[in-house]
């Protein structure tokens, strides 16, 4: 069976610190990667998304980015994070593009202060 | 992009059915989801339904879809406690990447 995991789970930056988050995923291959991010109030959005080794494609601009190493590994990262960069952030993955479900992490929490 | 709208909050009374609506405006959507959140959790998937069909029950939970009006929506009977949580609609379209979310309704049940 297929497992996601994404630490750390919790984290408290100060601002201007660097930010990693990774995401790993088992039990399959070439899966489809997502980042999401849950500010409050407003949903999940969509933050990074790669369908393939070194294929990142970014659906909003800001001063985070993502890296796809390893093809079951997806990491988010910043150089200098914002206040406005807390949030739960998410990753997720999919079989693929055909509409098959995207299945979730557990959510890392980010306090930027 | 594409929309997908649904009502921020919804209380029901334990034993009652609630209903929680969805809309969305991608005429090409293939696929209609609805996943669970609960407090400082990942989100679960709940089910899911495809485009072509109208109606999908799984245990206390009834999907239904009127693709004409875009609208969805989730039905769980007999609303327990334990079903308090935050209930996102979601849905996908072949030409597209990523599930488009709506922004979440937050059902609290009461005793």
């Known amino acids: 069976s297929q497992t996601i995991h994404q630490w750390p789970a919790t984290l408290v930056q100060p601002v201007g610190s660097p930010l990693s988050l990774e995401c790993t995923v088992e039990g399959t291959s070439n899966p489809n990667l997502y980042w999401y991010r849950q500010a409050a109030g407003r949903g999940l959005q969509l933050l990074f998304y790669?369908?393939?080794?070194?294929?990142i494609s970014s659906e909003v601009p800001q001063n985070l980015s993502a890296s796809r190493p390893q093809d079951r590994q997806f990491i988010l990262s910043s150089k200098k994070l914002l206040l406005s960069d807390s949030g739960f952030y998410l990753c997720a993955w999919r079989k693929d593009n055909s509409g098959n479900t995207i299945y979730f992490g557990e959510g890392s929490w980010l306090t930027v202060v | 992009g594409e929309d997908v709208e649904q009502s921020l909050f919804l209380s029901v009374r334990e034993g009652d059915s609630s209903v929680i609506n969805c809309t969305y405006t991608d005429s090409s959507s293939t696929y209609l989801y609805w996943y669970k959140q609960e407090p400082g959790a990942g989100l679960q998937l709940l089910t899911y339904?495809?485009?072509?069909?109208d109606m999908k029950q799984d245990q206390r939970l009834t999907v239904l879809l009127n693709k004409k009006d875009k609208h969805l929506s989730l039905r769980i009977a007999d609303t327990q406690t334990g079903d308090s949580a935050i209930y996102f609609c979601?849905?996908?379209?072949?030409?597209?990447?990523?599930?488009?979310f709506g922004k979440g309704t937050s059902l609290l049940v009461t005793p």
């Open positions: 979601a849905e996908s379209s072949n030409s597209g990447y990523a599930l488009n």
């Open positions: 339904i495809f485009s072509n069909m």
């Open positions: 790669s369908v393939g080794i070194g294929q």
